[in-house]
C-alpha cells in the first residue's frame, strides 16, 4: 500500500523530471542556428494588377483623359530625349 507521504514525493519527483526535461528542451533551441530570411524571388511581371481604387498599374500607360474626373487622367509623358534636355535646363 502506498502512503500518501510517497504519493506526494512521487508526483514532486515527476514535476522535478518535468521541468528538467522543459529546460533542457528550451536550452537545446538556443544551440540552434539562425533562421534566415527568405529566399529571394524572381518576380515576373505578367498583366496588370488593379490597384487601390480598382483602376489597373500598368508600366506604360497611355495618355487618357476622364471627363467625369479629371484626377484620374494621364496625361502624356514626355519623351526620353524630352526628359534629358528638361533635366540639363535645370541644372541637374
Known amino acids: 500500500r502506498v502512503t500518501r507521504k510517497q504519493t506526494t514525493t512521487l508526483q514532486a ?6 521541468a528538467i526535461l522543459v ?6 533551441s538556443a544551440f540552434q ?3 534566415t530570411g527568405r529566399q ?9 494588377e488593379l490597384g487601390k481604387g480598382g483602376m489597373a498599374d500598368t508600366r506604360d500607360p497611355e495618355p487618357f483623359v476622364n471627363e467625369n474626373d479629371p484626377r484620374q487622367s494621364i496625361s502624356e509623358a514626355p519623351s526620353f530625349e524630352e526628359y534629358l534636355k528638361q533635366r540639363a535646363a535645370e541644372g541637374n
Do not use: D, F, H, I
Open 23 to 28: 529546460a533542457l528542451a528550451a536550452g537545446a
Open 40 to 48: 529571394a524571388r524572381a518576380v515576373v511581371y505578367s498583366e496588370p
Open 33 to 35: 542556428p539562425a533562421v
Open 13 to 18: 519527483a515527476k514535476m522535478k523530471v518535468t
